[in-house]
DNA sequence: GTCTATAGAGTGATAGAC
DNA sequence: GTCTATCACTCTATAGAC
């Protein structure tokens, strides 16, 4: 991170390395989950010792938050290979990735123990999590934008804080769901995304106008 | 938990013990943050070797989730004693609750941390966490049948999706809030509490029949 | 059933030599 | 950049006393 820009080139090697790390500690968290994942292994399948792993990451909190960034990445081509180029918010947006993530419960997981771990300012996860909630909010804020534009959202509502919300339910259904599967998570964040957008009262106003024009 | 109802008093030493490990266990929690919770202090603290916490409580896992079990039991007192004893599901409701857990971040974090562990159903804190929220759910659930039948929430809405969208929200909000509390955490989670219990909509609703009738 | 002592494996993390 | 100790902590025995 801190040393990645200078003399190009000469200091390549850590890039590499640091990348066959991630790689590394993301097969493994695909395939036994975050809490299996030990620093030996992670070195030994990236071809290292493991005080050199320790070298380059000072502590395996610092490989788990590499592996989530990666798996985000991947994620992300994935996501947008999915959808059309020009529209990364249309109508699809909404239950999209909700049924996208569904399959993925390890990285899931990983990504709830981060958030576990991220309230505390001197974890690696603290700084990542904030930019990717960030990230999040804005766009989610842009799309309540869109969708007040429309007609189709509150025209009162913050997006800011619609999009927190909305954010929110989305992590917290996918938490009650991973401990107890016993509804269906991607209906229950359409209903959730609906009625914090004001959805329904929207299209009863609008019934409301159509009325009001023909009498 | 298996032997505590036979013969009734001999093996009473038992809950005893139990009970102290939690109640040093949580103020460890509270004095340091679950993360610093070593066995070892947890057994010193409690009056017994470390060998024999372990009889009691198998793994360092247990100690947290009965720590957190102690915390709610302690929550629950304080929240009914600060509310009129007959009406649990009274105005103050939405909002006391959320004001109430704010001071209380350290146990916030420790109950993240269990969230992030109870989708393993090996884990302690899988049957408590489900148990915790089913229970959370169902009052909330409740609580929506009332305010459907007081008029101040959508009738077509389903009470138990909405009561865990509602749930999501907050634990979602807490979570966002934990890592950067940029925003206004209460304010947020009643917002989220309006809006996906249609508040708005049937005020506007009831606005709308008030006209009628004086036409 | 309840409690303690001891020993050791496995893991994460640090300091210091090469 | 890499590797060799070395340490702290959790957890699993085992073996036995009350």
């Given at each position: ?9 000469r ?9 066959a ?8 968290v ?7 994942l ?8 990236a071809?290292?010792?493991?005080t ?33 180029a020009?529209a990364?918010?249309?109508?699809d ?10 399959g993925q419960?390890?990285t899931?997981?990983?990504?709830l ?5 991220a ?11 904030k ?8 766009a ?13 959202a509150l025209?009162g509502l913050?997006p800011?804080?619609?999009?927190r ?8 259904l996918?938490?009650q769901?991973?401990?107890?599967p016993?509804?269906?998570f991607?209906?229950?964040?359409a ?10 009262a ?5 019934k409301?106008?159509d009325?009001?024009?023909t009498?």
């Amino acid at each position: 991170m801190e040393q990645g820009g200078r003399t190009r080139g000469r200091y390549a090697k850590t890039a590499e390395r640091r990348a066959a790390v991630a790689r590394a500690a993301l097969d493994i968290v695909l395939e036994k989950g975050h809490g299996a994942l030990t620093t030996a292994e992670v070195a030994s399948r990236a071809g290292m010792g493991e005080t050199t792993l320790l070298y380059h990451f000072p502590s395996r909190d610092h490989v788990l938050v590499a592996a989530m960034e990666l798996s985000d990445e991947e994620f992300r081509s994935q996501a947008t290979a999915q959808l059309p180029a020009g529209a990364p918010l249309s109508e699809d947006w909404d239950l999209g990735p909700a049924r996208l993530a569904l399959g993925q419960d390890r990285t899931a997981r990983l990504l709830l123990a981060l958030e576990a771990e991220a309230p505390n300012p001197e974890h690696p996860a603290h700084e990542y999590l904030k930019r990717r909630n960030d990230g999040a909010v804005r766009a989610l804020a842009e799309l309540v934008r869109l969708r007040q534009r429309e007609g189709r959202a509150l025209p009162g509502l913050d997006p800011l804080g619609t999009a927190r919300q909305i954010l929110a339910a989305w992590t917290g259904l996918r938490a009650q769901w991973l401990i107890d599967p016993s509804f269906d998570f991607p209906q229950e964040v359409a209903q959730a995304y609906r009625a914090l957008t004001g959805e329904a009262a929207m299209e009863a106003k609008n019934k409301i106008q159509d009325l009001i024009t023909t009498v």
